[in-house]
């Protein structure tokens, strides 16, 4: 049986992908339905989803692009959804002119850190206590090359994963 297709998310997905965010999230963490609808209303913002899997949301402007927010479903993780969603939303930032794309994650989110680093993000800085609970977070970039959307897509694998 084939996996469900990556959708385009549009304001109007908002209750949805908030249902996703916080089946991925803890309560403190995961973003509302308005908080993801607002987010999509901004310049540049963009995302993706699998129904009822994973979605991400990320922004390009200035020949940048920054993942906001990546989440996957508990029973959807290890199966290949936050790798492909990241994929999609690399080659739409590079389509949007973006030459590279940054996030933040969990210095100790092992999985996200390993599903970025397949897709091609190197670590350039860290910022200390950047979490609620005072984690710190790694600042990864990647290049979004003309093949760099799929050496994503091809080879493995967006915010926080979980």
């Known amino acids: 049986m084939s996996e469900p297709p990556i959708v385009a998310a549009s304001v109007v997905d908002a209750v949805m992908l908030a249902i996703i965010h916080g089946t991925a999230f803890c309560a403190d963490a995961a973003w ?16 993706f989803y699998r129904p009822g899997a994973g979605m991400i949301l990320a ?3 200035g020949g940048e692009a920054e993942v906001l927010t990546l989440a996957v479903a508990p029973a959807s993780r290890g199966l290949g959804c936050g790798a492909a969603l990241l994929a999609a939303a690399m080659a739409e930032a590079a389509r949007r002119g973006a030459g590279e794309m940054f ?16 897709a091609g993000f190197a670590e350039t800085g860290r910022r200390r206590g950047y979490y609620a609970d005072g984690a710190d977070a790694l600042i990864l ?3 979004l090359s003309p093949c760099a959307g799929a050496r994503g897509a091809i080879g493995g694998g967006a915010a926080r994963v979980r």
Not at 32 to 47: K, Q
Not at 105 to 118: D, M
């Open 32 to 47: 509302g339905p308005d908080a993801i609808a607002l987010t999509l209303g901004m310049p540049g913002v963009f995302g």
């Open 59 to 61: 922004r390009a402007a």
């Open 103 to 118: 996030l933040e994650v969990a210095v100790s989110n092992g999985r996200a850190r390993r599903l970025y680093q397949r």
């Open 141 to 143: 970039c990647a290049s």
